[in-house]
Each structure stands twice: as structure tokens, then as C-alpha cells.
């Protein structure tokens, strides 16, 4: 098999349009990055046609796999080691746990790398243990920690349940007129909420052995504890209302009697595994799933359990490192190998559906024929991944629409999303494949995109006018991230498909996309991205989709945007995006240069007419310098967006795909 791959390469060499010369002293450097990356890129392509990425989020993510193993009563010690060299590999120097790679420190996501640490069996007089339970104490302790921390103590009895917000199962039963019922929430939180109704109803509690606690991770003696929800936005708002509304709820769980709650369980149980059945969702949805089956009773080989365990085991990566962390007991240094150390870490999802049709579209972009056996082969994986046969959750909101998206992940039929449906689309569009064979796909795939469009005029990921704010202010929410509204960063991706298939400001959905366009506009020239960090991202989406439709680069709008994307260009020609832009709701620079922000930045550019500007140019060699000995860049920094100030990933295909797209639009345009 590894011969045949060699030689498609091979074949693609002969047959492989050059990048255009452009009248500048550089265009052979331009031509060799370019034609660098292509070879690259197509030598991480899977044998089945595809490109998969790793993502990596933050360590609780692999905290929480350990919580998992030890309450299900099957511990993989192996895993658990490698899980615990991976959370002490990332360990700040303070002692800490970030969200992202050199950002602040996060209380909540210390107080789990820490308990991780213990299960797994580290010394907790260890300098990596004693510098994070310093902060953890002097940050306030585990009172102050978020919701799904302490759902996570709470399962080990170390912190009681009253501890956490009431999540009664009942509530699967509301009806989808009440102001607040599952489809309210968005789909990232109704996967999780609903095997949680489940596991916060039974309240189930798995002591550990040893008489285990995390009594030094609690700032106050036992009897002045205060878990209790607060709010600064005073008595009359919703925030004190869902606070005072889960006190009932608590008082309520104290009656014996709940007629309706085995049936609630049951209907809970019904639906969570209706949809792990025919998923790889995200991580807390798999898990939930196997600890609420768990708190039914169920064993652990039962489906129920064994499914989203085994996917979440697939997504974990091993590997060896000569760099082995401080904490690693002696007994364990001698179970390595001359020094080396297992690390594991545990994705959060998945994404080949995503990084496919971008490494696609950056490669004919790049001058690779669209018939190229290797991009006809990812295109009819692609085609076989459509979702054909499942009315999924989009449904509710969206009753006259008919399947034929795509999802992120291998297989997710409850929950595909527009976001990858306009990427698929725009990569079949222009592969040479046979009109029937791409033919029904693109009809399916553009009805379902077209019927998702919210009445605001814009486009959400997975859901059609989700816009109930109610559901970010109940106690369950303190991370913010429960709903899925329109956002600029997907409209815009949305418009440069719509104008690249003809449509203009006639048609109704553009007409209504763009007046969302306009209205989201920042004060200082950006747009805002949901899923991409932040402006730099959102900014490129828009500015190509009106590029696309023809809107004159001389437009105010568009004159705003590159105003402002000229003022925040870094000294060395690049640009950098810090995630605090989110918590902050403006543009933060981030400390360095970053090659997949500096090419959304260069795309940007170069949308909006400015490709012969310093600008332009500048950026262009930025890239063009770093491109390193494989043919690719290097980059550590987080650049995608999970929920915004909470949740942040850094997708490893970015640095692979993005900056060779940018060069190859950059030099085509300069050819134009």
C-alpha cells in the first residue's frame, strides 16, 4: 500500500500546475513554499482518502477520562500513567493548568489535573502537587471551582451533591413550546445534559479506597463550606431566579415520592443512547453516556458502556518522550524504558470531515488538478460520509428540511452542521468528479445548508434559530456556552458559497446574510468569529463571502476592515490573536506571530483588493520564512474555538492547510 501512495505522489508531480510567477524579486521563494506544502500535505493523506488531525484541548479533558476509568472500577493502569505524564508534560512552571497554551491559569481545570494526579498515584508532597494546590488554595479552593468540576467530586463523594446544580429527569419531559427544554440548549449541551439527567438525578456516589479526599484542596474548615450559587446581577434578574428555582428543585428532591421520575430515566436513557448509537460526538456526551448507564446498573461489557468508552479509547494518542515529568515516581521511571516516558492524551473529538475538504480545497487552490486521483478519492470519501437517512436534532427547529449534511466527526448522524456542509460543498463543487456522482450529494447537501438559515439571516453550526438566552443563565451554565445563534464567521462561509454558485443580492438568502453581515460589523472594523480565534478568523470568512458576491473593496465596510487589520499587524509581517479577546469582547494581540492567523489575515487581505499592498506583501513572507524543512509550519498556539472563554483547541491541521492556502490565493490573485 505504501508503494501505490508513492506513487500517486509521483504522478501528481508530473502532472501539477506550477504557481503562477508574480513580478517580484520573491516569486521563487513563493513557488518553493507553495509547491513545499502541496507535497507535504498530500503526504498526510490516510489511505482511505482522507486527512485527520489531532486536536488538542486541555488537560481535564484526560482528567476526566481518569475520573471515568475509576468509577466505572476498571482502571487501565497504563492509561493511567500515560494520561498522568501527559497532564505533568503541560504543567506550568507555577504550578498551573491553562485553557490554552500560555494562558492564564484556570482554577477549575488545576483542581482536576491535581485530583487526576492523586488517583493516579503522585505524591502530593511532590513540588508539581504542593505548586498547584498553593494556587488552587489561594485561588479560593474548591468551593469556587465550576459545575462540571465539582459534578466530577461529587460522583467520589468529596464534595456533597447539593454541591451542584438540581438537573431533575423530569425535565425530558418538557414540552418544546416551554420556554426552556432540551432543544432550547445548544446540541454540544443537550448530548451532555440529557445522560446527565440521568447521573444528577440517582446521585450516585463510588467511594474511593484509601479513604481518599482532597481535604488540602479546600480553603475553609468543613462547617464553613458555602457551595451555593451567587449572582452580581442582583435580586430582580434571571441569574437570582434559576438560583432561587433550584433551591425548590432541591427541596423537591428530598420527597420520596416522584411519580414521573422512572419514567423521566427511562426516556432519558431511550434518547442518550438513540444517539451515541449512531455517533462520535464529543467527549462529555460519550462519557456521560457511560456513567449515567453506569448509575442505572448496567454493567460495564454492556453496549451502553462499552460503545462510547471504546470510541473515547480510540481517540486517545500514545506516545514516547525522552522528557519525563518531575512527579513520575521511581517505580514507575523503572517500569520505562532507559528514560523514556508514555504519554497519553486523551482528543476531546475528532475532525476528519473538517480537515478533509480544507487540505482539498487548499491543494487545487495550490494548482493540483481537480482530477487528481488523490483528491477524487478524498472527494468520494467525502460523498460517503453524507448524512442520507436520519432526520437528526436539527429537525425540531427545522421541520420542512430534509438530511444531507455532513458532520465533523466519522460518524455523527444526530448532529450534522453547516459549518462543515459549506466546506464539503465548496470541495465538491470543483473536483472533476462525475456529474452522478457529485450531482445528488451537492442537491442534498445545498437543500439542507439553505434550509438552516435563521430568520436573523445568519447561520449557527447545528441548529436553526437558537436564540433562547435563558439557557446560558441557569446555574448548569456558568461556562456560557449553551446556545447556537447566527454567527458571522459561518454566514460569511455561507455567503462565498451561495455567490460562488451564482446567486446575488436578487436571491433572498443573500440578501438576508449579507443585511447579517452588516448589522455585525464590530465598532472597530472586525467581525466576530465563534469558532475560529476570534476577529482575525471572523474578518477572513466575511470579507471573502462579500468578495465573492462582488461588493466593491472601496465599500465602507470593507475599507474599515482593512483598516484595521493594517493597525494590528505585528513588526515581523505577521499576526497574532489572543483567545482573552473572548472574555474581553474586543481584539487582543497575542504575544508572537502566528502562521494560521497570519494566513486568515493574508486572505483577508487579499478579499478585499489589497493584494499588492505592503500589507499583503509582508504577511506573504512572513509565511513564506517559516515554512520549515518538512514543508509545513510550526506552530503550538490555539487557534479554534470550543465555547468562548472556556474552551479553546488547537487544531494541528491548521498550520498544514491554512498557510498554504493563503500563499496560493495570494499568488494567483497577484497573477490576476
Not at 270 to 283: A, C, F, L, N, P
Not at 394 to 417: C, I, Q
Not at 499 to 525: C, H, S, W, Y
Not at 545 to 562: D, Q, T
Amino acid at each position: 500500500m505504501k508503494n501505490t501512495q508513492v506513487h500517486e505522489y509521483e504522478l501528481i508531480d508530473l502532472t501539477i500546475k506550477a504557481p503562477p510567477r508574480v513580478d517580484s524579486d520573491e516569486s521563487g521563494d513563493l513557488r518553493g513554499a507553495i509547491s513545499e506544502a502541496v507535497f507535504s500535505l498530500l503526504s498526510l493523506q490516510k489511505n482511505d482518502g482522507y486527512w485527520w488531525f489531532t486536536l488538542e484541548a486541555n488537560e481535564s479533558i484526560g482528567a476526566e477520562f481518569v475520573f471515568l476509568m475509576h468509577f466505572l472500577g476498571e482502571v487501565d493502569d497504563n492509561i493511567l500513567q500515560g494520561i498522568a505524564n501527559r497532564i505533568l508534560q503541560v504543567q506550568r512552571e507555577d504550578g498551573t493548568w491553562a485553557l490554552y497554551k500560555d494562558g492564564p491559569a484556570d482554577l477549575s481545570a488545576t483542581i482536576e489535573c491535581y485530583f487526576a494526579l492523586k488517583l493516579a498515584g503522585r505524591d502530593i508532597d511532590s513540588e508539581p502537587l504542593k505548586k498547584a494546590r498553593e494556587f488552587i488554595l489561594a485561588s479560593g479552593g474548591i468551593v469556587r471551582s465550576r459545575v462540571f468540576t465539582r459534578i466530577h467530586l461529587a460522583m467520589f463523594g468529596l464534595v456533597p451533591w447539593s454541591s451542584c446544580p438540581e438537573m431533575p429527569a423530569e425535565a425530558i419531559f418538557l414540552p418544546n413550546w416551554f420556554p426552556i427544554n432540551i432543544y432550547e440548549f445548544s446540541s454540544w449541551a443537550r448530548a451532555t445534559i440529557v445522560p446527565l439527567l440521568i447521573f444528577m438525578s440517582i446521585k450516585p456516589v463510588r467511594r474511593l479506597s484509601n479513604n481518599f479526599n482532597l481535604d488540602e484542596l479546600f480553603a475553609e474548615p468543613h462547617g464553613e463550606r458555602d457551595y451555593s450559587f451567587k449572582t452580581k446581577k442582583g435580586l430582580i434578574s434571571w441569574e437570582s431566579f434559576f438560583i432561587h428555582f433550584d433551591k425548590i428543585l432541591k427541596f423537591y428532591e428530598k420527597f420520596p415520592l416522584k411519580p414521573l421520575r422512572n419514567l423521566a430515566i427511562n426516556r432519558c436513557a431511550k434518547w442518550t443512547w438513540d444517539h451515541v448509537e449512531r455517533t462520535q460526538d464529543i467527549y462529555p456526551a460519550l462519557a456521560y453516556c457511560a456513567l449515567a448507564f453506569k448509575a442505572l446498573g448496567k454493567p460495564n461489557n454492556s453496549k451502553e458502556i462499552q460503545k462510547p468508552l471504546e470510541v473515547l479509547k480510540s481517540w486517545q494518542q500514545c506516545y514516547v518522550t525522552n522528557d519525563v515529568p518531575a512527579a513520575v515516581s521511581e517505580e514507575r521511571r523503572i517500569k520505562l524504558s532507559s528514560d523514556t516516558c508514555t504519554i497519553i492524551h486523551q482528543q476531546c473529538c475528532i475532525s476528519p470531515v473538517w480537515d478533509t475538504p480544507w487540505s482539498v480545497v487548499a491543494l487545487l487552490d495550490a494548482g493540483v488538478p481537480a482530477d487528481a486521483p488523490p483528491l477524487l478519492k478524498a472527494g468520494r470519501w467525502l460523498i460517503s460520509k453524507q448524512i442520507k437517512d436520519l432526520r437528526g436534532d436539527w429537525a425540531v427547529k427545522n421541520p420542512k428540511g430534509m438530511p444531507g449534511g455532513w458532520s465533523f466527526e466519522f460518524k455523527n448522524d444526530y448532529f450534522p452542521d453547516v459549518d462543515d456542509t459549506i466546506e464539503v460543498l465548496h470541495c465538491l463543487y470543483r473536483l472533476a468528479l462525475p456529474d452522478p456522482e457529485k450531482d445528488e450529494p451537492i442537491r442534498r447537501g445545498m437543500a439542507w445548508f439553505l434550509s438552516m438559515q435563521n430568520d436573523d439571516g445568519g447561520w449557527g453550526a447545528f441548529d436553526k434559530n437558537q436564540t433562547c438566552a435563558l439557557v446560558n443563565r441557569i446555574p448548569f451554565s456558568d461556562h456560557g456556552a449553551c446556545l447556537d445563534p447566527s454567527s458571522p464567521d459561518i454566514t460569511g462561509r455561507a455567503l462565498e458559497l451561495l455567490a460562488g454558485r451564482g446567486m446575488t443580492m436578487n436571491d433572498v438568502p443573500v440578501k438576508r446574510a449579507v443585511e447579517f453581515i452588516l448589522r455585525t460589523q464590530e465598532p472597530f472594523g472586525g467581525w466576530f468569529a465563534r469558532w475560529g480565534i476570534n476577529y482575525i478568523y471572523g474578518t477572513w470568512c466575511v470579507l471573502t463571502g462579500l468578495a465573492e458576491l462582488g461588493w466593491s473593496p472601496a465599500g465602507r465596510e470593507v475599507k474599515k476592515a482593512v483598516h484595521w487589520l493594517k493597525q494590528i499587524q505585528n513588526e515581523d509581517g505577521g499576526f497574532g490573536e489572543s483567545p482573552q479577546s473572548y472574555p474581553v469582547g474586543t481584539y487582543i494581540r497575542w504575544k508572537e506571530s502566528v502562521p494560521t492567523q497570519t494566513a486568515w489575515a493574508l486572505m483577508a487581505l487579499v478579499a478585499a483588493g489589497e493584494v499588492r499592498s505592503e500589507a499583503a506583501g509582508r504577511a506573504a513572507r512572513f509565511l513564506m520564512d517559516r515554512i520549515n524543512g518538512r514543508g509545513t509550519w510550526d506552530e503550538g498556539c490555539y487557534t479554534g474555538t470550543g465555547f468562548p472563554g472556556h474552551f479553546y483547541i488547537r487544531y494541528h491541521g491548521y498550520r498544514h492547510f491554512f498557510p498554504l492556502l493563503a500563499l496560493a490565493r495570494y499568488s494567483r490573485s497577484l497573477l490576476g
